[in-house]
Nanobody, 121 residues
């Protein structure tokens, strides 16, 4: 079992930055792939980024603007989001996967409650 807690969301102007953090409980943190997904009102949950060991994955909309990293000593995965756009507005969720997949929400076993990111004009 693992529990995930997100932090760092908030309101930011377009062009600004936010850093999301996901703290994962459990002794097997190093073995999890940890991903970030987002869900905007009326839309399906979509993949943003993931990290497995030191390998990183990004959705096209995140490449060049977002950076994912993990701190195994703190059981934390961070998502640095730069050059934010209004279309990045969503609830952002972190999730942990024990299996090999990282791109689909169905491949994740544990989820956090989400943190709201709002990007204003």
């Amino acid at each position: 079992q693992a529990q995930l807690v997100e932090s760092g969301g908030g309101l930011v102007q377009a062009g600004g930055s936010l850093r999301l953090s996901c703290e994962v409980s459990g002794r097997t943190f190093k073995t999890y792939a940890v991903g970030w997904f987002r869900q905007a009102p009326g839309k399906e949950r979509e993949f943003v980024s993931a990290i497995r060991y030191s390998v990183t994955y990004y959705a096209d909309h995140a490449k060049g603007r977002f950076t994912i990293s993990r701190d195994n000593a703190k059981n934390t995965v961070n998502l640095q989001m730069n050059s934010l756009k209004r279309e990045d507005t969503a609830v952002y969720y972190c999730a942990a996967a024990t299996g090999p997949g990282v791109f689909r929400a169905s491949e994740y076993n544990y989820w956090g409650q989400g943190t709201q990111v709002t990007v204003s004009a």
